[in-house]
Each structure stands twice: as C-alpha cells, then as structure tokens.
Antibody, heavy 119, light 110 residues
Framework: QVQLLQSGAEVKRPGASVKVSCKAS????????LHWVRQAPGQRLEWMGW????????KYSEEFKGRVTMTRDTAATTGYMELRSLRYEDTAVYYC????????????WGQGTTVTVSS | QSALTQPASVSGSPGQSITISCTGT?????????VSWYQQHPGKAPKLMIY???ERPSGVSNRFSGSKSGNTASLTISGLQAEDEADYYC??????????FGSGTRVTVL
C-alpha cells in the first residue's frame, strides 16, 4: 500500500541544520508532489512547501524561504527537507505528505519526525 | 500568509450535527475550489477527511461533508460520535501557488 516512512527523531543545537528524509513506497514516486508540514507543540499545522518529485521544482512558504531546501532522490524514491539556522521555535514534529491522485491536498502522511532544538 | 480563521472550539452531543467554518480571503478560499479538511487525534498524524471542497476520500464516513460559499468553507459532521472528538484543520491552495492551514478547531463530544 502507499506509505511514507520518515527518519527518526533529532536533537540539534541552535544555529545547526537538520535534514529529514521521507521514503515513499507503493506508488509511482515521480508523478506526485511531496508536501512538508510542521506542528510545534500545542500549535496548529503549518505548511512549509512542496517539491515536484518528477522535475524537482519547489515552492516554499514565505515563512521559511531562505532557510529551507527540499530535494528528492528519484532512484531511492525519497524526499528530503533541510532546515538551517535552527531556532528554539523550530522545535516541532515535521511531516511529509502526498496529494490525492489528480487533486490538491494531503492524502497520505508520514508518521512524523520530532526535531528538538536545545542547547 | 496569515492562517485561515476557524473557531477555537465546537461541541455537540452524540447524534447531533455540527459545522466548522473556515474563513479566508479572495486570494485563497474564495478563488479556488481546493479546500481540504483534516482530522487529528492527539499524538497522531493528520487524516484527510475532505478535499477539493466537498470530495470524500475512499474510506471516510459519509457523515463528513464539505461546502463553500464565498471566502468561507465549512465542514459538517452529522450523527456526531465519540470517535469524532479531535482537532480539525482546514487548508486552502492560494494565488501564490502555496497552501495555508487554518487555525484549528477542537471538537468536543459532550
């Protein structure tokens, strides 16, 4: 079945970078976009951006532009999200998600990766 | 991009119907039929309940329905059940080719 499997929890110092991976299986990876969404403790969902897994074109939220890079490895059917210059307020659960076929939204979600920024 | 506006909480008794609103602008909700709704239980990943305003994914109960009028989208849950108690978020595509989530609504089953 369609599945997104994310990398494990990370603890980082302020100012460091983190790279989260999202391994896709059960569908044709290159015909879909991959969204990244985060949720700080007790806060709302926040859309970070998406990458077209076929051609690598990205669109980032203005909130994260300049600090985030989304990439993909088509051979490994894996997407990546790197966030730089980490701040305490970047402590959150980070999710990858795939749209419904032929539609917009986020249908299949990864299990989430907890990133903790702490000194 | 500011978050779409949702009520902080909505409650209802089992069997009742409730409606959650999601208000945006003419640059997002009002301009595109790409509003989706997500259910999130504590500690779990969100689950897609409605996409493209009123489409229901396979496996989602027909007690969940969506609609839109102008800059406001709505999610209605009919025949409220205990398992519907969760946080709900709306999301819309925007004129910047981006997406924006709502502020979130806590649904309580009395």
């Amino acid at each position: 079945q369609v599945q997104l499997l994310q990398s494990g929890a990370e603890v980082k110092r302020p100012g460091a970078s983190v790279k989260v991976s999202c391994k896709a299986s059960g569908y044709n990876f290159i015909i879909s976009n991959l969204h990244w969404v985060r949720q700080a403790p007790g806060q709302r969902l926040e859309w970070m951006g998406w990458i077209n897994a076929g051609n690598g074109i990205t669109k980032y939220s203005e909130e994260f532009k300049g600090r985030v890079t989304m990439t993909r490895d088509t051979a490994a059917t894996t997407g990546y999200m790197e966030l730089r210059s980490l701040r305490y307020e970047d402590t959150a659960v980070y999710y990858c998600a795939r749209p419904p076929v032929g539609a917009k939204g986020m249908d299949v979600w990864g299990q989430g990766t907890t990133v903790t920024v702490s000194s | 991009q500011s978050a779409l506006t949702q009520p902080a909480s909505v409650s209802g008794s089992p069997g009742q119907s409730i409606t959650i609103s999601c208000t945006g602008t003419s640059s997002d909700v009002g301009d595109y039929n790409h509003v989706s709704w997500y259910q999130q239980h504590p500690g779990k990943a969100p689950k897609l309940m409605i996409y493209d305003v009123s489409e229901r994914p396979s496996g989602v109960s027909n007690r969940f329905s969506g609609s839109k009028s102008g800059n406001t989208a709505s999610l209605t849950i009919s025949g409220l059940q205990a398992e519907d108690e969760a946080d709900y978020y709306c999301n819309s595509y925007t004129s910047s080719s981006a997406y924006v989530f709502g502020s979130g609504t806590r649904v309580t089953v009395l």
